[in-house]
């Protein structure tokens, strides 16, 4: 299973961006589809997941600012960035946790990372 980000780049404070990640690859099925982030010399931070039943969870910071969406159709997840700000400066990640075959046994998947620029 792969996972392929996309969408990250350089927005003026106050601007938009959407974030992509597809997943490809042999599976059965996504149950949990999430984004982190991670700054420069800080930890890798959960931003926002959706259960395959379309449950929502965000971190406080981006509540109001952020949505987070699935298209199961797709095997993609999405991240609406709305009233960026200097401090949402950070490479995301996508995360997905898998099930390969009928034991459901669920599988940790990580993007490659994109980096979202915000000036101030």
């Known amino acids: 299973v792969q996972l392929q980000a996309s969408g990250g780049g350089l927005v003026q404070a106050g601007g938009s961006l959407r974030l992509s990640c597809a997943a490809s690859?042999?599976?059965?099925?996504?149950?949990?589809m999430a984004w982190y982030r991670q700054a420069p010399g800080k930890q890798r931070d959960l931003v926002a997941s959706?259960?395959?039943?379309?449950?929502?969870l965000y971190t406080d910071s981006v509540k109001g600012r952020f949505t987070i969406s699935r298209d199961n159709a797709k095997n993609t997840v999405y991240l609406h960035m709305n009233s960026l700000k200097a401090e949402d400066t950070a490479v995301y990640y996508c995360?997905?946790?898998?099930?390969?075959?009928?034991?459901?046994?669920?599988?940790?998947?990580w993007g490659q990372g994109t980096l979202v620029t915000v000036s101030s």
């Open positions: 995360n997905m946790k898998v099930y390969r075959d009928y034991r459901f046994f669920e599988i940790n998947y």
């Open positions: 690859g042999s599976f059965i099925s996504i149950n949990v």
């Open positions: 959706i259960t395959s039943g379309g449950t929502t």
